[in-house]
Structures are given as structure tokens and as C-alpha cells.
T-cell receptor, first 114, second 117 residues
Framework: GQQVMQIPQYQHVQEGEDFTTYCNSS?????IQWYKQRPGGHPVFLIQ?????EVKKQKRLTFQFGEAKKNSSLHITATQTTDVGTYFC??????????????FGTGTQLKVEL | DAGVIQSPRHEVTEMGQEVTLRCKPI?????LFWYRQTMMRGLELLIY????????DSGMPEDRFSAKMPNASFSTLKIQPSEPRDSAVYFC???????????????FGAGSRLTVL
């Protein structure tokens, strides 16, 4: 079945440093979504990318979808303590046709120290 | 909008007992999903429904797990009998029905934390 891996699994940074998490799918995706889960909370949607090579920005966050639509990345510039949490990518395999099945990545847990 | 509502938020039970988790999706959302989250296995899709019909239950671990959606505003996930390895956070999520190429955004509930002793 479809597998979605993320690296790194954990990342500790000093406040102000940059952070990047990478997402790789075993199959070609029709789109990719990113979610953030705060400690003790539930995943919350951040953004969706659909087009090959697409890049989207949300303030300090930059999201990219690979040309082959099998990988994606999330980059945070100048991290803040409010960025703490686990970041998940979630993809829908291109060949599944209709339906709404998303496979979540393994997640990257970010800790930000003052 | 109250969002996706799950109950109970926390449940502690003994091995062998029946557990029922409940979910009320966002009104108007046609798709409902049950996920399980553990440290070891991450977020796993157990089952999802479109228009109250189960579409994919390949993630349901074994026959001890069952899910129903009797109407558009209510779903249950039942574990009978429960085992310690079922301890996890169970999330319900809903979304508008996805199209052929796209997938709509999931809105998650707060989760039900299950501990089986």
C-alpha cells in the first residue's frame, strides 16, 4: 500500500533558526496537504498543494510540491516558540480515482528552545 | 459551527470490556474518517465513509473493531473485546466529499484517548 515517510522524525532548534521537514511518497500523488498538531491537540489543516512544482507561502512558512508529485517540503523561516508541534504531510494517491482517502506521513516533531 | 464532536474525551477500561467511541461530524460534510494515533504507528486510517456508506475499511485492525454510520450526523467506533494494545488516541474527522482528482480538507475532532488496562 501507499507509504508516506517524513524526515527528520524530530528536530530541536533555537528560536530564530530555520526548520525544514521533507515528505516522500511511495506513489505519485494527486495532491498533498500539510497539517500541524500541537502537543496534546489534534491535527489542524495548514495548506493544500495540487500542481507539480507548486510553491505556496504562509507568512514564515513555505510549502513546495515536487515536480514528480511524489515529494513535498515545509520550510519555516526564523522559528518561534509558537511553531512547536508535529507537522504532518498527507497525500492522496493519484490512481485511487474518486474518494477522499488521505495517507498521513510519519510526522516531524519540532521543538523550539529560547 | 461546533466542529467535529467526539466523546468520550478520555476512557479508561479493563481488558475484555467493550468500548464505544462516538463522533458527530460537521453538518453538511459527506465524508467521515476514523484515525488511530500511537507513538509507534503514527496516524493510521481505520475506516472512512462517504454519504454514510463505508468505502474503505482496510485499516481496521481485526474483527474486534467495527464502525457504523447510521445517519449523516453520527458515527460510532466499537472495540469488543478491548485489549491493552488498543490504547491510543482515536480521532474522528470529516470533510466535504472529494472530487476525482482532489481531496478536501479534513477537520479533526479533539480525539478520544483510550487506555485499556
Amino acid at each position: 500500500g501507499q507509504q508516506v515517510m517524513q524526515i527528520p522524525q524530530y528536530q530541536h532548534v533555537q528560536e530564530g533558526e530555520d526548520f525544514t521537514t521533507y515528505c516522500n511518497s511511495s506513489t505519485t500523488l494527486s495532491n498533498i496537504q500539510w497539517y500541524k498538531q500541537r502537543p496534546g491537540g489534534h491535527p489542524v489543516f495548514l495548506i493544500q498543494l495540487v500542481k507539480s512544482g507548486e510553491v505556496k507561502k504562509q507568512k514564515r512558512l513555505t510549502f513546495q510540491f515536487g515536480e514528480a508529485k511524489k515529494n513535498s517540503s515545509l520550510h519555516i523561516t526564523a522559528t518561534q516558540t509558537t511553531d512547536v508541534g508535529t507537522y504532518f504531510c498527507a497525500g492522496k494517491a493519484r490512481l485511487t480515482g474518486g474518494g477522499n482517502k488521505l495517507t498521513f506521513g510519519t510526522g516531524t516533531q519540532l521543538k523550539v528552545e529560547l | 459551527d461546533a466542529g467535529v464532536i467526539q466523546s468520550p474525551r478520555h476512557e479508561v477500561t479493563e481488558m475484555g470490556q467493550e468500548v464505544t467511541l462516538r463522533c458527530k461530524p460537521i453538518s453538511g460534510h459527506n465524508s467521515l474518517f476514523w484515525y488511530r494515533q500511537t507513538m509507534m504507528r503514527g496516524l493510521e486510517l481505520l475506516i472512512y465513509f462517504n454519504n454514510n456508506v463505508p468505502i474503505d475499511d482496510s485499516g481496521m485492525p481485526e474483527d474486534r473493531f467495527s464502525a457504523k454510520m447510521p445517519n449523516a450526523s453520527f458515527s460510532t467506533l466499537k472495540i469488543q473485546p478491548s485489549e491493552p494494545r488498543d490504547s491510543a488516541v482515536y480521532f474522528c474527522a470529516s470533510s466535504p466529499t472529494g472530487g476525482i482528482s482532489g481531496a478536501n480538507v479534513l477537520t479533526f475532532g479533539a480525539g478520544s484517548r483510550l487506555t485499556v488496562l
